[in-house]
Nanobody
Framework: QVQLVESGGGLVQAGGSLRLSCAAS????????MAWLRQAPGKEREFAAA????????FYSDSVKGRFTISRDNAKNSVYLQMNSLKPEDTAVYYC???????????????WGEGTQVTISS
């Protein structure tokens, strides 16, 4: 199993940047696909980005493509989400997730963090 803890959320003005971190524990971390999903107030959970365990492939939703970058450092057991050109519609609780199955938007994520709040002001 793997435990996930997010950090880095906060309040940022539109056009600004924020970097989220996800600290993972467990010997199987290197074999996991990692992802970031978000849930805005009153809306369903939405896929944002994912990265394969080797870091060779990344996946992004159309809404964040070109603005967000997902990366991982297996030596540090960490996954990151660099968010640039933030918009008010990016406001959401962001969750770190993991799976040993197929990676990407349609993957079934088995492990989840508690989430971190990201709020973008106009």
């Amino acid at each position: 199993q793997v435990q996930l803890v997010e950090s880095g959320g906060g309040l940022v003005q539109a056009g600004g940047s924020l970097r989220l971190s996800c600290a993972a524990s467990g010997r199987t971390f290197r074999s996991y696909c990692m992802a970031w999903l978000r849930q805005a107030p009153g809306k369903e959970r939405e896929f944002a980005a994912a990265i394969t365990w080797t870091g060779s492939f990344t996946f992004y939703s159309d809404s964040v493509k070109g603005r967000f970058t997902i990366s991982r450092d297996n030596a540090k057991n960490s996954v990151y989400l660099q968010m640039n050109s933030l918009k008010p519609e990016d406001t959401a609780v962001y969750y770190c997730a993991a799976t040993t199955s197929a990676c990407g938007r349609g993957a079934r994520y088995d492990y989840w963090g508690e989430g971190t709040q990201v709020t973008i002001s106009s």
